[in-house]
């Protein structure tokens, strides 16, 4: 009789085991997901502040290109031949403040292209901007101060600030030149050029 209850009694213990096994086991599992569950909470967050960035990045683009108040300072130009060279940014650049535009081209000396220094008046301006995810485009008609046909130009400027701007002479070839749109008061040309100035 004592070894019957000794059995039921090691019975009744082995199935508590069991039992309490199968109940921590769902827990334990659950426990195992908080970690993803977590990354994935840190992925979101991630996503969110960095959309966050670009649309203060945008707002503040499209405020600068709306108020004519900006400096292209370009670093690359792309040939006719699609080849690349790189630019000095403190010797080629495009800057607009209001309707006063001020553009200088020394390509470096590259042998196969005319520098360009000329100060001019903005004469038609548009601005498309859709949203954050998309570039905002500038573009215009520049008369020159000094006579030699009117220019025409597009900018191209992603949230980042990166940028391709297209010059298009009245007389000669139109060129690109890649380089970084910047707010006027943030470039070191802009602050050393008296001729910036209206």
């Not at 890649?178 to 070191?188: L, M, Q, V």
């Amino acid at each position: 009789m004592k070894n019957m209850f000794s059995i039921k009694k090691t019975f009744g213990l082995i199935w508590v085991f069991v039992l309490s096994l199968l109940i921590s086991i769902p827990i334990f599992a659950q426990e195992e997901t908080k970690p993803d569950l977590t990354r994935k909470e840190k992925k979101e967050q991630k996503r969110a502040a960095k959309i966050k960035e670009q649309l203060a990045s945008f707002d503040r683009m499209i405020q600068m290109v709306r108020d004519t108040s900006f400096v292209f300072e370009g670093d690359l130009i792309v040939t006719s031949m699609g080849k690349t060279e790189r630019l000095n940014q403190q010797t080629n650049f495009f800057s607009l403040e209001g309707n006063h535009a001020n553009f200088q081209l020394a390509f470096n000396g590259l042998s196969s292209l005319n520098g360009r220094n000329r100060t001019a008046q903005l004469i038609e301006y548009h601005v498309s901007a859709k949203d954050h995810t998309k570039a905002i485009i500038v573009s215009g008609t520049l008369e020159p101060n000094a006579f030699a046909g009117n220019v025409q130009f597009s900018i191209t400027i992603q949230s980042n600030g990166r940028s391709i701007l297209t010059l298009i002479p009245a007389y000669g070839k139109s060129f690109k030149i890649e380089g970084k749109t910047i707010a006027a008061e943030e470039s070191n040309i802009y602050r050393t050029s008296p001729d910036f100035k209206p």
